[in-house]
């Protein structure tokens, strides 16, 4: 039987779908392209915000119209998320809950014995998906920060940390298959290692059972890279980067969630530290690493946020000098206490606001970009991309800029896949590409 999956959200749910895969691969069924027809559509679902929600309700939807005989499962956020607020949908035939998850397999199977759904025509066989470069390794689960704009602490659940051992045997088999980097991911990667819940624990801890898992991972053979997810800035100290600068596989690529510059608004919030905090924490970075990457997410229209809370989140922008600018517009989320603050902001606002700061972060990241022009750059590459009407060999160096190379002018460019190369850069391809020829 064919089953076909589909990711929304984050790379946890990457990772999580990753997983169902093999393990229905294991169990016999064969995996095609969510765009095929198959017998089974599982959509492994996000519910961040009320757009990741109707875009789940939308694939889930999909999946009906292209085979209404086949078995519809929705899995993940969305699932947790509506079932808090009793909603359902006639499209679906089988909800997964995040902690069901493990036991998917057996859950569909139970389904499909019960309701056949196989076409009788002959569907040609889609073409094994590329081998990726990248493997994303969850190490954790479980939120107990309670941010309160976030659903998801009340929808994955307390933190639950994987064993060292566990996880170092899974990124030597990564490394066995060919994989060069790993991306450390969880839903709080800075909480591993602080079962049971306590939310304040991993800053007393100083963030030393996660260099403990990453002196692991940095010890495989094979593996070249490591880099991490989204980290919780209160983590960040003297003690913790020095051991971090001390890994050589550790890639100098660090996403701080920010949210605001603005602390009045950090405070409403729930986050924990304020904007100066979290510019000593960009300072230690930079103490330790040559220009690091450092990224950030920041919402706009939070409740109450009046123009001159968003013009500081805007000059904090500015100070930190980030390497890049995830903007999202607040959207209300049902259940969480941002949602029945007073002061909501109306739409117009939310977007005004937002593409004020999307143009400071195409800014921000334009100038970080100019660092490293006429330098030499590490690049593990990943793929043959189409660039107006050319071929490019593309990837990515450890700072996780974008950059690419004519393929034209390399001999079985296609071979240099998955290879680390030093390409010289020259300049700019795109607004978000680096161009260069490898040396």
Request: with cysteine; charged share 30%; proline share 3%.
């Amino acid at each position: 039987m064919k089953v076909a999956f589909l990711t929304l959200g984050c790379k946890v749910n990457s990772y999580e779908t990753s997983k169902m895969k093999t393990a229905f691969e294991d169990a016999g069924y064969t995996v095609t392209s969510f765009e095929d027809y198959a017998d089974i559509y599982i959509v492994n679902t996000c519910t961040v915000t009320n757009i990741a929600d109707r875009k789940s309700r939308k694939m889930l939807h999909k999946a009906r119209r292209m085979n209404p005989e086949a078995v519809v499962v929705a899995a993940g956020c969305y699932v947790d998320s509506a079932a808090r607020r009793g909603e359902t949908d006639d499209s679906v035939d089988i909800f997964i809950s995040n902690k069901d998850k493990p036991d998917i397999i057996g859950i569909v199977s139970n389904a499909v014995k019960n309701r056949i759904a196989v076409s009788e025509e002959k569907i040609c066989q889609t073409e094994k998906q590329q081998e990726h470069t990248r493997a994303y390794v969850k190490v954790q689960d479980g939120c107990s920060q309670y941010c309160t704009y976030c659903i998801i602490p009340y929808v994955r659940g307390k933190v639950r940390s994987r064993d060292i051992g566990e996880v170092e045997a899974e990124v030597k088999e990564l490394a066995q298959k060919g994989y060069k980097e790993v991306v450390i991911t969880g839903i709080h990667v800075s909480s591993y290692g602080t079962d049971p819940d306590d939310a304040k624990s991993f800053t007393r801890l100083g963030g030393r059972p996660l260099v403990k898992l990453l002196n692991a991972v940095n010890s495989v053979a094979g593996i070249e890279r490591i880099r991490l997810g989204s980290l919780e800035p209160r983590i960040i100290t003297e003690g913790f980067v020095k051991e971090l600068a001390a890994m050589p596989k550790l890639c100098p690529h660090f996403h701080l969630s920010l949210q605001s510059g603005c602390d009045t608004v950090l405070k409403r919030m729930n986050r924990h530290y304020t904007a100066r905090e979290y510019l000593r924490c960009v300072e230690i970075l930079r103490k330790y690493f040559d220009q690091p990457a450092i990224t950030t997410d920041i919402i706009t229209g939070f409740p109450q946020e009046t123009e001159e809370e968003f013009k500081e989140t805007c000059q904090f922008a500015y100070k930190a000098g980030f390497a890049q600018i995830h903007v999202f517009k607040y959207s209300r989320r049902h259940g969480t206490i941002a949602d029945k603050m007073d002061g909501q902001l109306e739409e117009q606002v939310k977007a005004d606001r937002s593409q004020r700061l999307i143009s400071i972060g195409k800014e921000l990241e334009t100038a970080y970009q100019k660092h490293f022009l006429k330098k030499y750059e590490k690049v593990l590459f990943e793929e043959i991309t189409e660039i107006d009407n050319r071929k490019y060999l593309a990837g990515y160096n450890e700072r996780y800029i974008r950059i690419a190379v004519p393929a034209d002018k390399i001999n079985n460019a296609d071979s240099l896949c998955n290879t680390i190369k030093k390409v010289c850069i020259s300049g700019n391809l795109t607004d978000e590409i680096l161009i260069g020829e490898i040396l």
